[in-house]
């Protein structure tokens, strides 16, 4: 089996960018690194990485061995803090990015009670639809929806968040009630601006694969609880995430249609960068929101 040092060696190699700042890290000479890295690729058999006076490239087969070594990083800085239990001081900021319709519903709950729990701690949720850079801007984590980033972000899966259609009472005594999903072309189709598919693209259940099909209406909207209120005005069909509208469904203020053949379902994530180490009270924050979104699963 390999030394861990070996792995440990070449991350802080990589991370630093050259020998002597890797010698720092880890306490050797940069002559004993060099020797280090050297016995590695002999061992291997392969090269890692190809050498230059003013940078370190990663060949193919190091940057394998990379992701492994980072792995093993992570994991000796996570035993070293679990050892170390909860000594770190639950004080500071969380700053997360979240989505505004996310900022809407169920995370003001989840924040409160995380709150309730750690009261030194000082949430900072910032109410965004773009894609924001969490590094670059500073954010701790982000909660994002649908598609996933690229893989220098982890990711944690809260909950799966499926979509519906539904309309007022009063909506549907006007107007009938669609039993296909072709049938929508004949109705007052309320858009939500702010999704990936297009605002008039209502994605159903094929045969074989999911289809759209373009609807259209009189109101489009790219606030998620303006376009809800206009539902319940009575004022045409929406197809939202449930959460949004489970209150309203429960109640029967709001009639859910086409059940079986709405296709829409997205993953929630929380998210933050794969090079970051993240400190214990953002570790707590996230399991204590995978925790609240799991316990509420219903509603999704």
């Known amino acids: 089996m390999r030394n861990t040092d070996d792995f440990l060696i070449f991350y802080h190699l990589i991370e630093q960018g050259s020998f002597s700042k890797a010698a720092d890290q880890v306490g050797l000479t940069k002559s004993v690194v060099s020797k280090r890295i050297t016995r590695l690729e002999q061992d291997l058999g392969v090269q890692l990485v190809y050498r ?3 940078k370190l490239t990663l060949t193919e087969a190091g940057e394998v061995f990379f992701g492994h070594a980072r792995e093993v990083y992570y994991s000796v800085q996570n ?4 050892m170390s239990g909860l000594g770190e001081s639950l004080t500071g900021t969380i700053r997360l990015t979240v989505p505004t319709i996310s900022g809407e519903l169920l995370l003001p709950k989840a924040i409160s009670e995380f709150s309730a729990k750690y009261p030194e701690i000082h949430i900072d949720m910032d109410l965004d639809n773009r894609f924001v850079d969490i590094v670059k801007e500073g954010f701790d984590l982000a909660i994002r929806t649908g598609e996933l980033p690229d893989s220098s972000f982890i990711a944690r899966r809260l909950v799966d968040a499926h979509w519906v259609i ?5 909506y549907f005594a006007r107007n009938g009630v669609p039993k296909i999903a072709s049938e929508l072309v004949n109705h007052n189709c309320l858009a939500y601006s702010y999704q990936e598919t297009g605002a008039k693209e209502w994605l159903f259940k094929g045969e074989n694969k999911p289809y759209t099909i373009k609807v259209n209406g009189n109101f489009t909207t790219n606030n998620a609880s303006a376009l809800r209120r206009a539902a319940l005005f009575g004022q045409g069909l929406v197809y939202v995430p449930k ?8 109640a029967g203020s709001l009639i859910e249609v086409l059940q079986e053949q709405v296709a829409k379902c997205l993953g929630i994530y929380a998210m933050y ?3 970051r180490h993240q400190p214990i009270k953002v570790k707590l924050f996230i399991e204590h929101l995978y925790q609240c979104y799991q316990k509420h699963e219903d509603k999704f």
């Open 79 to 82: 035993a070293e803090e679990a």
């Open 273 to 275: 960068p794969y090079t």
């Open 243 to 250: 959460v949004l509208v489970a209150e309203d469904l429960k």
């Open 52 to 54: 230059t006076t003013r």
């Open 166 to 170: 539904c309309g007022a009472p009063e």
